[in-house]
């Protein structure tokens, strides 16, 4: 409890301080961008200590570029408006999100570091993320550095559409690396994910996800894909394909590298359906563990009924049984062939490393997405030119 005594200048408050911090602030936030704010440009800035966001921006086409924006109660950015541009900031150390988006269709995020966010501990599993948007459609992030937040690294929520998140490096995050959550309609590719937990992926009741050329590596499950019974009512979005029922999946050319958890989980019990409804596709990706222990099964999957979440301890079994994942590849060894060295988190091929032009052809959209020729085999994995970024 508190109370302010503006007539004297004085701030009363209900406990004893000794021995504590206390700290206070009079404004809510640096910048509210609105009314004739359009084609607004902020740069080079530091904003701390707001009560609430740094920088609101309720207006069409503003860019932010080069600023730094760390600890504010709330957000460093709100964003409720279309055509926004973030690019080079610092997001870090706010107290619920790095960057918070609502109804932000065609937002670009561009080579941000959006780290230690949710220092004032919002719930994880509702209202806390690095990078968090809803209702959005036309969504790209690219290149950024999402990494230590006490949440989701990269949350796409709520009937969000046409989502484009590549060439990310996503890591340590006390969340999900990226969440896909009742959306529609998304390319999430190219990114580097370790260190995560639950998982370094998750799509839940969320259709036509394509995950291509990700590196996996570390995560508690590295691929996380799940069906719940929560679907879309609102008949609009429902006409646009946004049913929150997880269908249309695509997993290629991606390395799942080791895990404490479950490599590729993908289980079907609340619908006790097959998982391959969840999953149509999945293949040319690899798996890689150091020991037939660590984990016992590369892939849960449902095979339908009371087969709901069967455990596969070889791909070839998984193949067999499924169909599914025949140009796959299976790596069980102490020596990890695949990375210059996982063990300081540099996930670049090494020479001869069998991921190196194991991957399929990528299909046109998502080449230009990643920033690579189309039609031609590529590397599983990341396909960024950089993805060793020094702790």
């Given at each position: 409890m508190?109370?302010?005594?503006a007539?004297?200048?004085?701030?009363?408050?209900?406990?004893?301080?000794?021995?504590?911090?206390?700290e206070s602030?009079?404004?809510?936030?640096a910048?509210?961008?609105?009314?004739?704010?359009?084609?607004?440009?902020?740069?080079?800035?530091?904003?701390?200590?707001?009560?609430?966001?740094?920088?609101?921006?309720r207006?069409?086409?503003?860019?932010?570029?080069?600023?730094?924006?760390?600890?504010?109660?709330?957000?460093?950015?709100?964003?409720?408006?279309t055509?926004?541009?973030?690019?080079?900031n610092i997001?870090?150390?706010?107290g619920?999100q790095?960057?918070?988006?609502?109804?932000?269709?065609?937002?670009l995020?561009?080579?941000?570091?959006v780290?230690?966010n949710?220092?004032?501990?919002?719930?994880?599993?509702?209202?806390?993320?690095?990078?968090?948007?809803i209702?959005?459609?036309g969504?790209v992030?690219?290149?950024?550095?999402?990494?230590?937040?006490n949440?989701i690294?990269?949350?796409?929520d709520?009937?969000?559409?046409n989502s484009?998140?590549?060439?990310?490096?996503?890591?340590?995050?006390d969340?999900n690396?990226?969440?896909?959550?009742?959306?529609?309609?998304a390319?999430?590719a190219s990114?580097?994910?370790?260190?995560?937990?639950?998982?370094?992926?998750?799509v839940?009741?969320?259709?036509?996800?394509?995950?291509?050329?990700?590196?996996?590596?570390?995560?508690?499950?590295?691929?996380l894909?799940?069906?719940t019974?929560?679907?879309?009512?609102?008949?609009?979005e429902?006409?646009e394909g946004?049913?929150w029922?997880?269908?249309?999946?695509v997993v290629?050319?991606?390395?799942?590298?080791?895990?404490?958890?479950?490599?590729?989980f993908a289980?079907?019990?609340?619908?006790?359906?097959?998982?391959?409804?969840?999953?149509?596709?999945?293949?040319?990706?690899?798996?890689?563990?150091?020991a037939?222990a660590?984990?016992?099964?590369?892939?849960t999957?449902?095979?339908?009924?009371s087969?709901?979440?069967?455990?596969?301890?070889?791909?070839?079994?998984?193949?067999?049984?499924?169909g599914l994942?025949?140009?796959?590849?299976?790596?069980t060894?102490?020596?990890?062939p695949?990375f210059?060295?996982?063990?300081?988190?540099?996930?670049?091929?090494?020479?001869?490393?069998?991921?190196?032009?194991?991957?399929e052809?990528?299909?046109?959209?998502?080449?230009?997405?990643?920033g690579?020729?189309?039609?031609?085999?590529?590397?599983?994995?990341?396909?960024?030119?950089?993805?060793?970024i020094?702790?």
């Amino acid at each position: 409890m508190y109370y302010v005594d503006a007539a004297n200048k004085k701030l009363y408050i209900g406990s004893d301080p000794a021995g504590k911090t206390v700290e206070s602030t009079a404004k809510e936030s640096a910048f509210t961008v609105l009314n004739n704010g359009s084609n607004t440009v902020i740069r080079g800035l530091g904003i701390t200590h707001y009560a609430d966001n740094a920088i609101s921006i309720r207006r069409p086409n503003i860019t932010l570029e080069n600023n730094t924006l760390t600890w504010n109660g709330l957000n460093g950015v709100l964003l409720t408006n279309t055509d926004a541009v973030l690019r080079g900031n610092i997001l870090s150390y706010n107290g619920r999100q790095g960057v918070a988006g609502v109804r932000a269709d065609r937002m670009l995020l561009e080579n941000n570091v959006v780290s230690y966010n949710n220092i004032e501990n919002f719930a994880k599993h509702w209202g806390s993320a690095g990078i968090k948007t809803i209702w959005t459609d036309g969504l790209v992030w690219r290149g950024n550095l999402v990494e230590n937040n006490n949440s989701i690294g990269m949350w796409i929520d709520e009937s969000t559409t046409n989502s484009t998140v590549v060439n990310n490096v996503i890591r340590n995050n006390d969340g999900n690396g990226i969440s896909m959550e009742i959306s529609h309609k998304a390319i999430i590719a190219s990114n580097v994910i370790y260190g995560n937990a639950p998982a370094g992926i998750i799509v839940l009741n969320s259709s036509s996800a394509r995950i291509y050329n990700n590196t996996l590596a570390r995560n508690h499950a590295n691929l996380l894909i799940k069906e719940t019974p929560r679907n879309n009512t609102k008949l609009a979005e429902i006409a646009e394909g946004i049913t929150w029922i997880t269908r249309n999946t695509v997993v290629k050319n991606n390395i799942l590298w080791g895990s404490s958890g479950p490599t590729y989980f993908a289980p079907s019990c609340e619908l006790k359906e097959q998982s391959k409804q969840m999953i149509p596709v999945t293949n040319y990706n690899a798996y890689y563990r150091p020991a037939v222990a660590e984990p016992v099964n590369f892939v849960t999957w449902g095979l339908g009924g009371s087969q709901c979440s069967q455990g596969f301890r070889t791909l070839a079994s998984f193949v067999s049984a499924t169909g599914l994942e025949s140009n796959g590849l299976e790596v069980t060894n102490s020596t990890d062939p695949f990375f210059v060295s996982a063990e300081t988190n540099d996930y670049r091929l090494k020479l001869g490393s069998p991921a190196i032009g194991r991957g399929e052809a990528l299909p046109a959209d998502i080449a230009h997405a990643i920033g690579v020729l189309s039609g031609r085999v590529v590397d599983l994995g990341a396909l960024q030119s950089q993805v060793f970024i020094a702790n």
